[in-house]
């Protein structure tokens, strides 16, 4: 029962252009929407989140886009870098707030010089 | 280093034996919470503590999995007898408080079990 999935398990983009990663969730009692960074043999660190009350969120380079109806939310880089690179996780939560996590199955990205 | 803590980095076990993994949370923060992350899986949620309270369990195995928070000292995640199946990466993560939406988790950096 895979409840917030991360349909693309590796994504190449080229540096200087948008890096798209997109999460698809089935819950709809979900009403917080997250994203972390994880490099190899580190913890995952928060990049960007999102309440369900929204539809965009942008902190710099990161904007987060949420379609309720839909149950889709993406996560757009722009212009990537190379240190963009990593294994990027939707996570979402529900009424206990943003620290009980479904996490999907992660997109690896890699930006090419 | 103020974040969150966790040690051993790397465990290694043989099937049966006892695995304890530690975790000290960032200063200030009395919530600790347990992931696992299976390989090419994303975290799933284990387990969460207060101070001297389990709050929430209901992502952990039934059986010879365990956890506490202590008034003093680190959070440990127990798993007796361990099996293969038992080799995963496991995360602690903090929180100054819970249910709150703009406190997203800290996370430390894993222990890595492996059992042989």
């Known amino acids: 029962d895979q409840q917030v999935k991360q349909n693309s398990p590796s994504l190449s983009v080229q540096e200087g252009r948008i890096s798209i990663l997109n999460c698809d969730y089935t819950n709809s009692m979900f009403d917080y929407f997250l994203w972390y960074k994880k490099y190899p043999a580190e913890g995952p660190t928060f990049l960007i989140s999102?309440?369900?009350?929204?539809d965009k969120n942008e902190d710099g380079r990161f904007t987060v886009f949420l379609n309720k109806s839909a149950k889709h939310l993406s996560l757009h880089i722009v212009p990537s870098q190379p240190g963009d690179s990593a294994v990027y996780f939707c996570?979402?939560?529900?009424?206990?707030?943003?620290?009980?996590?479904?996490f999907g199955q992660g997109t690896r990205l890699t930006i090419n010089p | 280093n103020a974040g969150v803590m966790q040690n051993p980095r790397h465990l290694v076990r043989r099937r049966g034996q006892e695995a304890r993994l530690r975790c000290s949370p960032m200063k200030g923060h009395s919530h600790v919470y347990w992931y696992r992350q299976l390989p090419e899986e994303g975290l799933k949620f284990m387990v969460y503590l207060q101070k001297e309270n389990i709050i929430d369990e209901s992502g952990m195995p039934k059986e010879r999995f365990s956890a506490e928070f202590p008034k003093e000292g680190p959070s440990i995640l127990r798993i007796q007898q361990v099996v293969r199946g038992d080799s995963a990466a496991y995360f602690c993560?903090?929180?100054?408080?819970?249910?709150?939406?703009?406190?997203?988790?800290?996370f430390g950096n894993g222990t890595r079990l492996t059992v042989t």
């Open positions: 996570a979402a939560s529900g009424l206990q707030g943003a620290q009980k996590l479904v």
């Open positions: 999102i309440s369900s009350i929204k």
């Open positions: 993560a903090s929180s100054p408080f819970p249910g709150v939406s703009n406190s997203p988790l800290h």
